[in-house]
């Protein structure tokens, strides 16, 4: 049971040019979003967040959008710059669910962006 | 300095082997997490301990032990390993977001 999705398991775009990377979730209970980005061999490490009073937060070059009704979520790069390129997963959480200061962070599967220079 | 360390980074074993893997954050925080990414590239949430007591306990087999000796660590340790344990395991650490670690490739034959 997927409740996170990320349909695309790969993007290629152009140095320069806008990335867009989409994320869609089952869980209406869900109202915290996060995308993290990961290299190879690395951890992922965090990029942006959205909380589902907004519909949008943006952070330099990387705006998050949120469509509650649609239930999806859209990440947006831009410009696009080579050392983008990376797996960026999409994560979602009941922000109320938290025991002992746990949260439970579900993850999609990622996305594999590249950016040709 | 590295935030969320751990060791192994890869660990290659024999089916029936009990092994463990190391983690240990240097940020102060209180909670930690165990996740498993398998080769379908699922990265899912199996433990979380905040202040070396158990929290999340994602319906993981019992072969799988978290031991937390201290705040700042928390070891996984997988008894009778199986084919199906091949995986990247992933430990993390949170205050207000999770802080993941490298990860440890474990192969099992």
């Known amino acids: 049971d997927q409740q996170v999705k990320q349909n695309s398991p790969s993007l290629s775009v152009q140095e320069g040019r806008i990335s867009i990377l989409n994320c869609d979730y089952t869980?209406?209970?869900?109202?915290?979003f996060l995308w993290y980005k990961k290299y190879p061999a690395e951890g992922p490490t965090f990029l942006i967040s959205?909380?589902?009073?907004?519909d949008k937060n943006e952070d330099g070059r990387f705006t998050v959008f949120l469509n509650k009704s649609a239930k999806h979520l859209s990440l947006h790069i831009v410009p696009s710059q080579p050392g983008d390129s990376a797996v960026y997963f999409c994560a979602a959480s009941v922000a109320g669910e938290t025991q002992g200061g746990s949260e439970k962070l579900v993850f999609g599967k990622g996305t594999k962006l590249t950016v040709n220079p | 300095d590295t935030a969320v360390s751990q060791t192994p980074k890869y660990l290659v074993t024999q089916m029936g082997n009990d092994k463990s893997i190391k983690c240990e954050q240097n940020l102060g925080h209180d909670t930690m997490y165990w996740y498993k990414q398998d080769s379908k590239k699922f990265l899912k949430i199996m433990f979380s301990y905040n202040n070396k007591e158990l929290i999340i306990n994602e319906t993981v087999p019992n072969r799988f032990s978290p031991k937390s000796p201290d705040k700042a660590h928390l070891n996984l340790h997988i008894n009778s390993l199986e084919l199906g344990d091949s995986a990247v395991y992933f430990c993390?650490?949170?205050?207000?977001?999770?802080?993941f670690g490298p990860g440890t490739r474990l192969t099992v034959l």
């Open positions: 869980n209406s209970m869900f109202d915290y």
């Open positions: 959205i909380s589902s009073i907004k």
């Open positions: 993390a650490s949170k205050k207000d977001l999770q802080y």
